[in-house]
T-cell receptor, first 111, second 114 residues
Framework: SQQGEEDPQALSIQEGENATMNCSYK?????LQWYRQNSGRGLVHLIL?????REKHSGRLRVTLDTSKKSSSLLITASRAADTASYFC???????????FGTGTQLKVEL | DGGITQSPKYLFRKEGQNVTLSCEQN?????MYWYRQDPGQGLRLIYY???????QKGDIAEGYSVSREKKESFPLTVTSAQKNPTAFYLC?????????????FGPGTRLTVL
């Protein structure tokens, strides 16, 4: 079952603009992670935010977490063509290290 | 050069054949995972292993089998019982940390059933 649902499914922006992707999840989490996937490749971890954190930054990335609304957002500032990829949220919900992935947002950054 | 490798990159099989996908990591991670990804979809967990000689079913284990005889290796067998095996298969590993940790992914194997 999919824990996370991402919104929008696809996003097309111009280089230099900001991109915002949202993720909603269903149950309590230990942490929420964001990954990036270039077409036909493996996933790359971007950022992890724990359930007791509200905001986290890494370079041009900003992640927020609202546990009361069971939602998270990923903001990419000053986007570049190289940011074109699919972005997935993944919820860590219990014992062990299992993650449950969302359906992903396809981001296209045009020159 | 540390990382996680999968082989082969592309795999073709005839209906009714079993096929084994390789996954190796030299990151000294305790936990390893197999996911399936269908076009335009997220990842679904097939099997995972938190320690050598132990593994658990994920959400879609039917038609698949795994083994974990060595810490660095977690091969996945797609059996003839898997009704729709054509997909992109991703292996991952992580440190087994209370509260969860990031996963490191291999480059994937694209399996096509002819």
């Amino acid at each position: 079952s999919q824990q996370g649902e991402e919104d929008p499914q696809a996003l097309s922006i111009q280089e230099g603009e900001n991109a915002t992707m949202n993720c909603s999840y269903k149950t309590s989490i230990n942490n929420l992670q964001w990954y990036r996937q270039n077409s036909g490749r493996g996933l790359v971890h971007l950022i992890l935010i724990r359930s007791n954190e509200r905001e986290k930054h890494s370079g041009r990335l900003r992640v927020t977490l609202d546990t009361s609304k069971k939602s998270s957002s990923l903001l990419i500032t000053a986007s570049r063509a190289a940011d074109t990829a699919s972005y997935f949220c993944a919820a860590h919900t219990g014992g062990g290290n299992k993650l449950t992935f969302g359906t992903g947002t396809q981001l296209k950054v045009e020159l | 050069d540390g990382g996680i490798t999968q082989s082969p990159k592309y795999l073709f099989r005839k209906e009714g054949q079993n096929v084994t996908l390789s996954c190796e990591q030299n990151l000294n991670h305790d936990a390893m995972y197999w996911y399936r990804q269908d076009p335009g979809q997220g990842l679904r967990l097939i099997y995972y292993s938190q320690i050598v000689n132990d593994f658990q079913k994920g959400d879609i284990a039917e038609g698949y089998s795994v083994s974990r005889e060595k810490k660095e290796s977690f091969p996945l067998t797609v059996t003839s019982a898997q009704k729709n095996p054509t997909a992109f298969y991703l292996c991952a590993s992580s440190q087994a940390v209370v509260g969860g940790n990031e996963q490191f992914f291999g480059p994937g194997t694209r399996l096509t059933v002819l």
